[in-house]
């Protein structure tokens, strides 16, 4: 259940209420594609860093180590060791990522491994089955996840497509729910729209599948070439015709101004690898900025990545010696900077909810924006 407590504008303040606990909204989820931040970073660590959900691909846990496994292990959270909500991606975005080695049906997608090449199945049916197996709080719609640019004639199809794999998942999901054996009896539906950059099905799609009165409404297809502005018009265009009352979910979003910019418009949660892949290639974020450890000014710095930053990073380490782990090629290196990083991005969004709190989140934006590199603004 979401509790919309305060809003500025379109921005908005709540409260989503899990089998796993309260999300406090906007919020920001932290990627561990195959149920483990890339870096070094365990489930203790990310209560440290003010994690609230982590976020687990439903096609890479299919694969490796299977879905059927970690049920009888008692499900994903056992598994990972982690108490908190887990949202599960549905594994469309990798299915449909893989070109060369898939073909789209009305039934599903037939795609082969990028492991070991065998042949695999999956539609709105068996995304669903695997996510249940693997015991999620929220579980994501199966959907087709059209290229970037594409023929308007085709985005119609495949919209259409999938509304009716939608429908498809929420029949299973309840039938699943329902079950003895399932997990978490109390899964949560997220259903994605999606039409490109083409408005009139951006709209006509949100219009349709806040009819089905799902528990959150995400919206795919975007950040994938298209340009900032591009992104943030059709999220004018689209997040009015979602369900206020229900959590707004931007797929894979994105650098802190984006995500300044996208709150502003009405999105409840975001997704990023950026925080932890640019942290394991020595890129640190800041209130002005990233900066990259690697540069030969760091060689002598003994001050941490940011005085403003009270994260176990900033509170313990400089930048030369994290600078020096990298060129030593210890692993530590990139454990400190992703932990910096996810705390970076998670207190930003306390932040945020406390700005919308007390009725300042224009300022804090603009205060925000101002701060960062030209290169953080585009």
């Not at 049906?105 to 995304?127: A, L, T």
């Not at 579980?139 to 308007?152: L, S, T």
């Not at 509304?163 to 699943?176: V, Y």
Request: hydrophobic content about 35%; proline content about 4%; charged content about 25%.
């Amino acid at each position: 259940m979401y509790k919309l407590l305060k809003t500025e504008g379109r921005a908005k303040r709540g409260e989503f209420i899990t089998p796993h606990g309260v999300i406090q909204t906007p919020v920001f989820m932290n990627v561990g594609t195959a149920g483990a931040i890339k870096g070094a970073v365990s489930s203790f660590d990310l209560k440290d860093i003010k994690c609230q959900v982590e976020l687990s691909n439903t096609y890479h846990l299919h694969l490796r180590p299977g879905d059927k496994i970690i049920k009888k292990l008692g499900g994903l959270h056992k598994f990972m060791v982690w108490d908190r909500p887990i949202l599960t991606d549905s594994g469309g975005f990798q299915v449909f990522s893989l070109t060369s080695l898939r073909k789209i049906k009305e039934e599903g997608v037939y795609f082969s491994s990028h492991i070991d090449g065998r042949k695999i199945f999956m539609g709105p049916e068996e995304s669903m089955e695997i996510q249940s197996n693997l015991g999620s709080t929220i579980a994501m719609a199966f959907d087709e996840c059209p290229p970037y640019p594409a023929e308007k004639e085709y985005m119609i199809d495949s919209v259409a497509r999938t509304t009716r794999w939608l429908e498809r998942c929420l029949k299973k999901i309840k039938e699943l729910n329902s079950r003895e054996d399932t997990i978490n009896k109390k899964q949560m539906l997220f259903g994605i729209n999606q039409g490109g950059t083409y408005e009139d099905i951006r709209i006509s799609h949100a219009k349709r599948i806040s009819e089905l009165d799902l528990d959150g409404y995400a919206i795919g297809g975007l950040a994938v070439g298209e340009v900032h502005s591009e992104m943030y018009r059709i999220l004018d265009e689209v997040i009015p015709y979602l369900p206020q009352n229900k959590p707004t979910y931007l797929m894979g979003v994105g650098t802190p101004a984006n995500i300044l910019e996208a709150v502003d418009r009405g999105v409840d949660f975001f997704d990023c690898v950026l925080p932890a892949r640019n942290g394991r290639h020595a890129n640190v974020y800041t209130n002005k900025g990233k900066l990259n450890l690697l540069n030969a000014k760091y060689e002598l710095d003994d001050t941490p990545i940011s005085d403003e930053c009270h994260c176990p990073v900033c509170r313990n380490y400089s930048k030369a010696y994290i600078r020096h782990l990298f060129k030593a090629k210890e692993m530590l290196s990139m454990r400190l900077c992703v932990i910096h990083n996810l705390y970076f991005f998670n207190n930003m969004m306390k932040e945020i909810r406390e700005a919308i709190d007390i009725g300042c989140f224009s300022d804090y934006k603009r205060k925000r924006l101002d701060g960062f590199l030209e290169n953080d603004k585009i």
